[in-house]
């Protein structure tokens, strides 16, 4: 009997002799076709061996730094697990607003008897993450666009190429990512990008870079937002995860191409906000310990092109679940997608992304 079954039925004895103690479990996300995945590889399988959990989907994982903070300041956690980004998990660790733990007792060990911390290899980037997948923010185009005269896109600097590919852009609005792009466009090598954001110059340079095209730029805070753009031929160009540039290409079929030079990777996964009661801890581990296993992460690929986070699921990611292709190819891992690529510099980030954030916002109301 596992440990979450063990509690439940210990309080539903006390309270007077009820069958089941009905729970409910928030799990902040991003929404869209990346929260589907999870729900379909994860929510829907646990709560069918659990059907006294209802899990609750939030979408808020672009704020949860701030809300986290707002909740810390208040004494009330309303959130259960939380879907982050690397350098978002760095922070929330730094700042104590995420628990550390032990990944190796979290999470089930390899197949072949390895260390969880081993099969995760890489991905375990600090004492609070818990890695799920990797993934890439990069960018889609349309291939319909008539002012282009049948050329397309072939490089990441046709985002500042507005005479040969006018149209609207979509960036993110935050400079994680933009600056670098923009920087490798005014010519910065990519071994030199961080020690030149890193002074003051280089982020004015960055920001400069971004001016150009800051006329022709629709700004985005969800991932979802790109490809809708795209869809509606709101847009011609514009960054957002690969797996959702994945769902309106090869789910929606619309006239969209990936384009992945410069493609930036992350490690993203789950932090447990600190604060949470006992009983709900034990909830959120038996979770955890579930969703994280070979097989389920190995799962969730069949619904999203992100490589699942351990080394273990990586041979038994297959095909679409409901359009039968091969998914391998479609990750960003995969070597031909690789031509051009960064890392996500994590520790960069969370030392510096509070002061930069101020300087972008600053750069956006001018």
């Known amino acids: 009997m596992k440990l979450r079954t063990v509690i439940l039925a210990s309080a539903a004895t006390v309270a007077m002799g009820n069958a089941a ?15 589907a995945s999870q729900d379909k590889a994860y929510h829907q399988p646990y709560m069918a061996e659990n059907p006294d959990v209802t899990i609750i989907n939030d979408e808020s994982s672009n704020e949860a730094v701030a809300k986290l903070r707002a909740m810390n300041e208040t004494g009330n956690i309303t959130w259960d697990i939380v879907d ?16 550390e733990i032990d990944l190796n ?16 290899g890489d991905a375990v980037i600090n004492d609070c993450f818990i890695p799920q997948i990797v993934f890439s923010t990069t960018f889609g185009y349309r291939t319909d666009v008539a002012a282009w005269n049948g050329k397309e896109p072939e490089d990441l600097c046709a985002i500042f190429d507005t005479d040969t590919f006018p149209g609207k852009r979509a960036l993110e609005k935050r400079p994680k990512k933009n600056l670098e792009w923009a920087l490798i466009c005014d010519g910065v090598a990519k071994a030199d990008l961080y020690d030149v954001l890193s002074t003051p110059e280089g982020v004015d340079r960055a920001l400069a870079k971004l001016d150009t095209i800051k006329d022709d730029i629709i700004w985005w805070s969800a991932g979802a937002e790109t490809p809708q753009l795209l869809a509606d031929g709101e847009i011609v160009m514009g960054s957002t995860y690969n797996g959702r540039l994945f769902s309106v290409i090869a789910e929606q079929d619309q006239p969209v191409k ?25 909830l959120v581990k038996d979770y955890i310990m ?16 992100y ?14 679940a409901d359009l039968g292709i091969p998914m391998a190819e479609h990750m960003p891992t995969n070597p031909d997608n690789m031509g051009n690529y960064l890392v ?6 969370a030392d510096n992304q509070d002061d930069v954030e101020q300087k972008f916002q600053a750069w956006l109301a001018q």
């Open 21 to 35: 103690l009905a729970e409910d479990l928030t799990i902040v996300s991003w929404g869209g076709a990346y929260s």
């Open 84 to 99: 982050v980004e690397g350098p978002d998990s760095q922070r929330l660790c730094d700042e104590g607003l995420a628990m």
């Open 105 to 120: 007792e979290w999470t089930a060990p390899a197949p072949d008897g390895g260390t969880a911390v081993a099969d995760f």
């Open 258 to 282: 990936m384009l992945w030079d410069w493609q930036v990777f992350d490690y993203d996964g789950w932090v447990i906000p600190a604060g949470l009661s006992d009983e709900k801890l034990a």
């Open 290 to 305: 579930f969703a994280t296993d070979t097989q389920r992460l190995a799962d969730q690929a069949k619904y999203i092109s």
């Open 307 to 320: 490589g699942p986070a351990r080394a273990s699921s990586q041979p038994l990611v297959g095909d679409h």
């Open 344 to 349: 996500n510099n994590i520790l960069w980030w």
